[in-house]
């Protein structure tokens, strides 16, 4: 049975993705988590998990009744008012508790995902692990500095993709683990840091969701462990 699941569809990017999965007919069932219950759609198998709590993820894993051909983490957080916590100016900005909390979320999260859903993976044809990343964690792209915490732990993200597609070689020759670059989206997350994006690149969670579907139609076991922007080009780690 073909099988599809979005980790992070209760947010803007995941819960299209989910959507535009469901709505394709390609999988027989696609699954759908996030934090709090997604809102009932056609054609989707909803879970709730906590990324910060790994017997959650154990659990919802447990629920897939068939190896996953396709899994999207599409989570990530930048900035929490709430919480009071914001992308840092300057190295003077630093916070303890801030940074763990970005590490959490962004890359301790999505590392235990991958370490319970990996071996779920076909073994024997096509299957795609992709995590939404972001391009400011790309070190050799990186002219302004600032944003520590965010930066650090999506550059770490980044090197456990790497990992894990060599690893994954080893067992799923056809499996292709990647990091994938949105754009700028309309969501929450870049809310407060879109004033200065042209309308042009700065898209909804509708054209974002189908432009990352588009880039993961065109990949091969060849871009095993790469990072990609929202238009297929291969970014530098």
Not at 41 to 46: D, E, F, L, N, R
Not at 51 to 72: D, K, M, N, Q, R
Request: charged residues 15%; proline residues 6%.
């Amino acid at each position: 049975m073909s099988c599809a699941v979005i980790f992070g569809a209760s947010g803007g990017i995941g819960g299209k993705l989910a959507a535009q999965l469901a709505a394709s007919g390609r999988y027989e069932q696609v699954y759908a988590g996030g934090r709090r219950s997604i809102a009932p759609q056609s054609g989707i198998v909803p879970f709730v998990y906590d990324l910060t709590e790994e017997a959650s993820i154990v659990e919802a894993v447990a629920g897939f009744e068939s190896a996953p051909e396709l899994v999207l983490v599409s989570s990530g957080l930048l900035h929490d008012p709430a919480q009071g916590i914001a992308p840092e100016k300057t190295l003077r900005h630093i916070d303890t508790t801030t940074m763990a909390h970005l590490f959490a979320i962004n890359t301790i999260g999505p590392a235990l995902i991958a370490k319970h859903v990996l071996p779920r993976l076909q073994r024997h044809r096509r299957s795609v692990f992709a995590v939404l990343s972001a391009r400011v964690g790309s070190i050799g792209d990186n002219r302004l500095g600032g944003w520590h915490s965010y930066r650090a732990a999506k550059a770490a993200l980044n090197m456990l993709v790497v990992n894990f597609a060599i690893e994954m070689a080893r067992t799923h020759p056809h499996a292709i683990v990647v990091a994938l670059h949105p754009g700028t989206v309309a969501t929450e997350l870049s809310a407060p840091f879109r004033a200065g994006v042209p309308p042009e690149k700065l898209f909804t969670p509708q054209v974002s969701a189908e432009h990352l579907l588009q880039v993961i139609d065109t990949l091969s076991p060849e871009d095993n462990g790469g990072f990609f922007a929202w238009d297929g080009q291969r970014l530098p780690w």
